[in-house]
Every structure is written in C-alpha cells, then in structure tokens.
C-alpha cells in the first residue's frame, strides 16, 4: 500500500509529497542565485518551512549548503549567540566533509591547507573573541556570512532564519535588527540569507517601515493559501495513484473552501480521509467525510477561541463583527461603529489596534478582512452546534455536482 502522502503535524520534507508552490520556488532559487536576501511572511501553518524546505533540498542538490536556525526558541541575546555558535561548529564540519568529498572525486583541487577555516583555532578556543555580547553575535555572524568567500571553494551559503521577527522581542530597541543588517550589507555573492515569519505585524515594522534597519535591504514575499486548482490535482492523483480511487472535482473544492485554502487544515483533512479510505477499502459514504470536517472545524475552533481568550473584550468584540460583515471599508462610518457594534471611536481605534499588532486583521483594498482563513472559519461557526455545523459541511462539501 502506499504511503499516506498527505504530511501533518510537521514541515514537509524535501522529496515528500508536497502541493505545488512553483512561483515561490522558482522566485526563492532566483534569489538564491542572485544573493538576494528574502523575507517570507506567512500565517502560522502556512507552508514557509515546508517551502523552503524544497527549495533548500534543491540548492544543496546543486552543491549548495545550508544552515537554519530557529529563532523562536531563542529569548535572549546570550542564547541567540549560543545558537548561531552552534550553527558555526556544524557548518564548519558540513563545509569540510564537503570539501574533502569535492577533493577526491575532482581533478581541481581545492586548497585546504591554507583554509582559513582549518589553520584558524576554533572559535570556542578563540582568544580574540570579543566578550561583549552583541560584539560577540557579530563575530560570530561575520564568520558564517563569509565563509564561502573565505573558504574560496566556489561552494555558496544559504542561512535560514525561522521566526526572524523575534530579534524585535529580544531587542526592542532594535541594535539587533541593525547589527544584521550590517552584517548581511557585507555578504558576498555566494551568500544569501532567508529570513522567515509569521508575525505580520511586527515583522511589516522590520522591512517595510522607513527608518526600519531592513527597508529596502530585503525583499519580502507573502505567502497566500494553496492555489485550488493545484490543491484539487494533488488531492485527485494522490487518492487515484495510491489507493486507486477517484474522488470528484467538486468534493475536493468544496473541502478547499470550507477551509479557506488553508494549507495545514486541507492537507489534515485529506490525512485523515486516507486512512479511513485505506482501512476500509471502500468508497466511504458521505458522512463520514462530513464528520471528518467536523472534527477539525470543532478541534480548530477550540484553538482560536483559546488563543482569543487573551485578547481584550472590545477586540474580540470589533473582530467578530469585521468577520460578519468584512470586508468593512469604513471602520468609523455610523453604520459599523454605532448601529453595529454600539461604541465609541476611542474604543474602537483601541481595539482595531490590538487587532492589528495581533494580525488578527488585515487591510485590502476592498477593506478591512480576517488575516487567517481558519479563524474566519472559526467564528462563523462560533455559535453552531454540531449538528448544525453538520449542515454548515453538507451544504458545502460538494460543489458543482
Ligand atoms: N505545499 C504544501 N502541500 C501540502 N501541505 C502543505 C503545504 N504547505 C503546508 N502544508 C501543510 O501545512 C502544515 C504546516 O506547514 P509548515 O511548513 O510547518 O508551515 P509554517 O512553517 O508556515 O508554520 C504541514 O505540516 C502540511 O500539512
Ligand atoms: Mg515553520
């Protein structure tokens, strides 16, 4: 039998069943190529390290290496350092496994022997190394950007940064931000670094503010939901290569739309319907695909409405309101403020703020919108029971049939 392609609870792997992202794959590689740092924004769960994943598989396939680093576990300077110091050691040893291995099959040989990275002391037994800590991330940093210049081996460097913006948290008065940025201006062309995140917000404030340290010095790239057309193909030939069924078109959009295309609730979804398909070996009736659905939506709404329960009464307020009505282009018109939701501008401007710095909104050109396409999902079946969540699934499961 074969595997269950559709991947939860962790990234997706490079050479694991992954729904296509080919213009952000192909934008990121060009990047790569370019030495053009990049900045992916995304909702939680949306795919960036799954993303890069396959982009990093392909790199290194092409002789590239790579380091990432997830800043999300880092909450000071001191173990941010420790990180990136880590990072260093592993790289160097990656670098000199790779060399060697380059020595051996090619008839250029690469020098090692007047490498830097071998006839310098290893940084842990350093003595020039700086005891201030942030002059200490800088050396640090300053040896992983230029070691493929150092090293002169024609290999390049991709640097991974997950959760970027928590440099902001560790560093709110932003010397990080600066330090990074100084130290990524110097890089050479076989460098690029990948900075990643999920904060919106913030990290919006980081490269795209004016005065902000990496305004212009990054390029930042949103990543949307899954495009349906592709999510459809990839349900379709999975099901009918793997277990040889045919699931119809319209059942597969429908379950798209439900969940609004998002990736983590989509590929969950068709995981679960795998086993359930695989186990009983037969078509499963619709009601077992509608319970699934509602396993996830009630799992999915217990998520938000925990995650909502920090936020202030007014917020919450105004957000559910946005989500019955969006998109909302005038926040402060008589009609929303005062016939809809009963409040005063000041309380308002309040609660759209913390809705904002939370990324719970978001602003198109067609108004105000809910970021996250599971928390509009969310409260629209906030005050559903299950069985009339049951009904809210079965009239949209099949669409077009
Ligand atoms: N392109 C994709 N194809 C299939 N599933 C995906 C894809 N992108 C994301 N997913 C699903 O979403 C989940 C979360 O992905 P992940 O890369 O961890 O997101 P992020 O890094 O943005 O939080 C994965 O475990 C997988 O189930
Ligand atoms: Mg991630």
Known sequence: MAQNPFIVQRPIKYGEPFCDRRPEMQQLEQAANRSEAVCILSIRRFGKTSLVNQVIGRLEEAGWLSIRLDLSRCFSLRSM???????????????????????????????????????????????????????????????????????????????????????????????????????FQERGRFFVPFLLGSERHLLNMMIRDE??????????????????????????NHFKSGLGLDVPEGRIKGIYRIFGGHPFAINWYWAEIWDLQERSGKPEPTETWVEVAIKIILNQRDYYEAMNSRLPIGARKVLFAIAANEPVKKVYSRKFMVETLGMAQGSLQSAIKVLFEEDKIRKTPRGLVINDPLERLSIAVSELDEEAIAAFVRERIDIGK
Do not use: H
Not at 115 to 123: A, R
Not at 211 to 235: C, D, N, Q, W, Y
């Open 81 to 183: 350092t420790r990180e990136f110091e880590k990072a260093l050691f592993s790289l160097e040893g990656k670098w000199r496994r790779l060399l060697e291995g380059l020595k051996s099959v090619s008839r250029i040989r690469p020098q090692l022997g007047i490498d830097p990275l071998t006839s310098q002391p290893s940084i842990g037994f350093d003595f020039s190394r700086p005891v201030d800590e942030m002059e200490q991330l800088k050396y640090i940093l300053e040896k992983i950007v230029s070691l493929p210049e150092r090293a002169e081996s024609g290999i390049r460097l991709c640097l991974v940064l997950d959760e970027f913006q928590n440099i902001r948290k560790i560093d709110p008065k932003r010397d990080l931000e600066w330090l990074f940025r100084s130290v």
């Open 211 to 236: 005065s902000s340290a990496f305004f212009k010095s990054v390029t930042p790239m949103t990543l949307e939901v899954l495009p349906e057309g592709e999510v459809v193909s990839f349900v379709k």
